[in-house]
Nanobody, 126 residues
Framework: QVELVESGGGLVQAGGSMRLSCAAP????????MAWFRQAPGREREFVAT????????YYRTSVKGRFTISRDNTKNAMYLQMNNLRPEDTATYYC???????????????????WGKGTLVTVSP
């Protein structure tokens, strides 16, 4: 198991920006495909973005393309999600996930990832 810790959530107005971080205090993330998911109240957890081990390949859900950017810094054992032009419908708890046995394409499936953080709440006000 890999301990993943998210940070950076909070309250922001629509149109604003926020940057989420995911850290692994006790594990080298170089060998892990990583992803961001989110879950709004009463809804299922959904894929937001994935990133390959090297960071060279990324995938996004359609509704966040052009607004969100996933990145990673393997020297710092960290992953990020830069969120711009936020909308009220982006309000959710955002989760960091990682797995060493899958590709970034497979990581779009919530059931494929074995390591999860506890989440950080992002609230976007109208």
């Amino acid at each position: 198991q890999v301990e993943l810790v998210e940070s950076g959530g909070g309250l922001v107005q629509a149109g604003g920006s926020m940057r989420l971080s995911c850290a692994a205090p006790r594990r080298n993330l170089n060998y892990y495909t990583m992803a961001w998911f989110r879950q709004a109240p009463g809804r299922e957890r959904e894929f937001v973005a994935t990133i390959s081990r090297t960071g060279a390949s990324t995938y996004y859900r359609t509704s966040v393309k052009g607004r969100f950017t996933i990145s990673r810094d393997n020297t710092k054992n960290a992953m990020y999600l830069q969120m711009n032009n936020l909308r009220p419908e982006d309000t959710a708890t955002y989760y960091c996930a990682a797995d060493s046995e899958i590709t970034e394409v497979q990581a779009m499936d919530v059931s494929a990832l074995s390591n999860w953080g506890k989440g950080t709440l992002v609230t976007v006000s109208p």
